[in-house]
């Protein structure tokens, strides 16, 4: 099933980032590529019992859908109206994201 797959990622890429900073996962907030017909309760129970036993069990899950974006053609950050501020390029692209992506990690505070 395509959307194991693209969850069992998300689970092990935040299970990692967990294990890097030497803490258990308190959320994980999820970007879902507007193309993708996933729906967000199916990723957050998937989620749930992929990362079962995992850093990631018991993380409060959060499934946003990402929309179509310009991106800077030089480095490929999001950029607005004017020229990029990272790399001072002018040029850009439309973006639209695909799959599913971990925007953001937040740990649980350490004991004591």
């Given at each position: 099933?395509?959307?194991?797959?693209?969850?069992?990622?998300?689970?092990?890429?935040?299970?990692?980032?967990?294990?890097?900073?030497?803490?258990?996962?308190?959320?994980?907030?999820?970007?879902?590529?507007?193309?993708?017909?996933l729906n967000p309760d199916s990723v957050r129970t998937l989620f749930?019992?992929?990362?079962?036993?995992?850093?990631?069990?018991?993380?409060?899950?959060?499934?946003?859908?990402?929309?179509?974006?310009?991106?800077?053609?030089?480095?490929?950050?999001?950029?607005?109206?004017?020229?990029?501020?990272?790399?001072?390029?002018?040029?850009?692209?439309?973006?639209?994201?695909?799959?599913?992506?971990?925007?953001?990690?937040g740990l649980q505070d350490p004991p004591g």
């Amino acid at each position: 099933m395509h959307e194991t797959g693209l969850v069992r990622a998300a689970v092990e890429t935040a299970a990692a980032a967990a294990e890097r900073a030497g803490g258990p996962i308190r959320s994980v907030r999820l970007g879902l590529g507007v193309t993708d017909e996933l729906n967000p309760d199916s990723v957050r129970t998937l989620f749930a019992a992929i990362g079962a036993g995992s850093a990631c069990e018991g993380a409060e899950v959060r499934v946003d859908r990402l929309d179509p974006t310009d991106i800077c053609a030089g480095c490929g950050r999001p950029v607005g109206e004017a020229e990029c501020e990272a790399c001072g390029t002018a040029e850009r692209r439309f973006a639209v994201p695909a799959g599913l992506t971990v925007i953001e990690i937040g740990l649980q505070d350490p004991p004591g």
